[in-house]
T-cell receptor, first 114, second 115 residues
Framework: DQQVKQNSPSLSVQEGRISILNCDYTNSMFDYFLWYKKYPAEGPTFLISISSIKDKNEDGRFTVFLNKSAKHLSLHIVPSQPGDSAVYFCAATALSSGTYKYIFGTGTRLKVLA | DTEVTQTPKHLVMGMTNKKSLKCEQHMGHRAMYWYKQKAKKPPELMFVYSYEKLSINESVPSRFSPECPNSSLLNLHLHALQPEDSALYLC??????????????FGAGTRLSVL
């Protein structure tokens, strides 16, 4: 069963507009959520994270919102730029066997149109 | 320097071959990870090393054998693989394994094809 889901496999947005990427999860024991970006032929790179005790974290153009009651988080990118075109993964962390493990969502491919 | 280096970038091997994937980091991180990613799927955790000791094996078949010779290096030894093992193999490292908000830094991966 997929504990972390990204239901939109792809998203297209005009340059300068807002991109909103969504992620849903099922396990209320997750304590941190992270967003990673992946370009082709590169590994995932960390973007932004949020603790489960917060509802918002902002870093420059990137803001992550967490709604614990809905078990939903979203990544907002404002303004979107062509260089943001990539696959975005959300990940949740859970303690297992004394180690925090990442559980990744299936990813959303963002295309920012110039 | 937040770089994790993986070699080789591409690998083609037969089902009877023995090969190794290598991963190196010089960030002083004490936790290192192997992930497997199939096309259009999320990365799936295979192994976690912490302070050079294996702390998690996600029920990975024994044809995959990890090794951590020192705190900077992580190897994945491959033997008698099956075609379904063809995937992108990602290595990652983090400062340590016990912090929930631990950021993992990923290499670019090795794309493995098993014929």
């Amino acid at each position: 069963d997929q504990q972390v889901k990204q239901n939109s496999p792809s998203l297209s947005v005009q340059e300068g507009r807002i991109s909103i990427l969504n992620c849903d999860y099922t396990n209320s024991m997750f304590d941190y959520f992270l967003w990673y970006k992946k370009y082709p032929a590169e590994g995932p790179t960390f973007l932004i994270s949020i603790s489960s005790i917060k509802d918002k974290n902002e870093d420059g153009r990137f803001t992550v919102f967490l709604n614990k009651s809905a078990k939903h988080l979203s990544l907002h990118i404002v303004p979107s730029q062509p260089g943001d075109s990539a696959v975005y993964f959300c990940a949740a962390t859970a303690l297992s066997s004394g180690t925090y493990k990442y559980i990744f969502g299936t990813g959303t491919r963002l295309k920012v149109l110039a | 320097d937040t770089e994790v280096t993986q070699t080789p970038k591409h690998l083609v091997m037969g089902m009877t071959n023995k090969k190794s994937l290598k991963c190196e980091q010089h960030m002083g991180h004490r936790a290192m990870y192997w992930y497997k990613q199939k096309a259009k799927k999320p990365p799936e955790l295979m192994f976690v090393y912490s302070y050079e000791k294996l702390s998690i094996n996600e029920s990975v078949p024994s044809r995959f054998s990890p090794e951590c010779p020192n705190s900077s290096l992580l190897n994945l030894h491959l033997h008698a693989l099956q075609p379904e093992d063809s995937a992108l193999y990602l290595c990652a490292s983090s400062q340590e394994r016990l912090a929930g908000g631990n950021i993992q830094y990923f290499g670019a991966g090795t794309r493995l094809s098993v014929l």
